[in-house]
Structure formats: C-alpha cells, structure tokens
C-alpha cells in the first residue's frame, strides 16, 4: 500500500480560528512533509520530519507547527487561521535513509479561510 | 537563488502532437520525480528516476545528472494531458526542490 491519507479532504475555517490537518502513511517512511500548494504557484515546503526531528522552513517557522507521535502519522496546525492560509496542504512522505527518496503525496486538505 | 528552473511556464500543443518539458538544475542532484496536478489540486507522480530513462505509455523523461537535466516528453497529446506538470529535484538531503510549473493546454 503506497497510499497516504489526509483529512480532512476540505476545510472551511474562521479568520482567528485553528485548524488541525491530519496525515498518515503505513510504508514505514523515515520522512514526512507538508507543502502549501496555491493556485498557480509551485508547492511550498513548510516543514518535514525526518525521524523524530522536525525541520521547518524560515519563514513559515512561527505559523505552522507539527507533530509526529509515531511513525506513521502527522499533523500541521494553524494555531490562528489568516485569510492568507488558504490554499491546498499537501502531506507527502518518502524514504529518505534508504536511499530511495521518492514523494509520495495524499490528496491534499484544501483550506478555506473565511 | 532557484535550484530548479523549469521550461517553458506554458505549453499548447494541438491535439495529437508532441513536446518537451525540461527541468535544469543548478547544483548536483541525485534524483527527479515528475508530477501532473489533478483538477482539484492534488499531485500524480509521473516518473521518479535516479538516472536513465523511463517511459510510460504516452510520456517519457529521462534524468541526466551529469549534465544536470531532465525532461519530460509528451507524444500524441490527449485533451485530458491538459494541466500543469512539476518537477521535484531531490538534492539528497531530505529537501526536495520543485520547478515553477509547466502549465499545458491541448488543443482540439
């Protein structure tokens, strides 16, 4: 199974309110990453965990935080929601120690901030 | 700077023709996954390659390191082969570099 699952597949948030985005693989990758994903634009890493060590990117660092309990399961939150937040979260994962690297990407949560 | 500079930005091509994406990198990278986005948004992996060539019905790319290049080839467009193509460089240390896009139109 190289499926990795997102949920939710839409959410329509509040300006000022959080949002919690869920991701999950079972291929045992040592990588996760979430990219923000606006129309017309190229996907944008905002963090990734390699193992147990999270890595965010510059400027994104105060306004996306994550979790990794276990290997196969991920989160991203918005602690307060901007209308700027609105976009597609793509979740991908790969094996980055085995050498092979390939993403593997979910079917995005599209956020909507109203 | 940009690690990847994708080419063209747009693309249109009448049905039943050809063409080529193209991806250069500025620094060594060990491997290149191409992508079609889906109407919602979502990314389909097309190809991934650590080297050589790959071929896939009506697409081909190849991965040349050395050179420091990929392309994507697209024979006897469909109008479902509309939409925009990414490519994701993989410098080998857990980030992966994505070019800006090829949008596509097929012509009828």
Redesign the interface.
């Known amino acids: 199974d190289t499926t990795v699952k997102q949920n939710p597949r839409y959410k329509l948030a509040r300006v000022g309110k959080p949002v919690n985005l869920i991701c999950s693989q079972t291929m045992n990758h040592d990588t996760m990453y979430w990219y923000q994903k606006k129309p017309n634009q190229a996907p944008k890493l905002l963090l990734f965990y390699y193992d147990k060590i999270l890595n965010r990117e510059a400027d994104t660092f105060e306004k996306f935080q994550s979790s990794r309990p276990n290997n196969s399961f991920c989160s991203l939150y918005i602690g307060s929601a901007g209308l700027e937040y609105s976009a597609m979260y793509l979740c991908a994962s790969s094996s980055q120690g085995a050498n092979t690297g390939q993403l593997y990407f979910g079917e995005g949560s599209k956020l909507t901030v109203l | 700077g940009d690690q990847v500079e994708q080419s063209p930005s747009a693309l249109s091509l009448h049905e039943g023709t050809g063409s080529a994406l193209r991806c250069n990198f500025t620094t060594t990278m ?2 290149v ?1 191409w ?1 079609q986005q889906n109407s ?4 389909i ?1 097309l190809f ?1 390659l650590a080297s050589g060539t790959k071929e896939n019905g009506r697409l081909k790319s190849t991965f040349n390191s050395k050179e420091s290049y990929s392309t994507l080839h697209i024979r006897d467009a469909q109008l479902e082969d509309s939409g925009t193509y ?1 490519c ?1 460089a ?1 410098p ?1 240390y ?3 570099y ?4 090829t ?1 596509l139109t097929v012509i009828p």
Do not use: T
């Open positions: 060990r491997a996954q992508f919602r948004g979502s990314l992996n991934y990414f994701a993989d080998g857990q980030n992966f994505f070019g800006k896009g949008s």
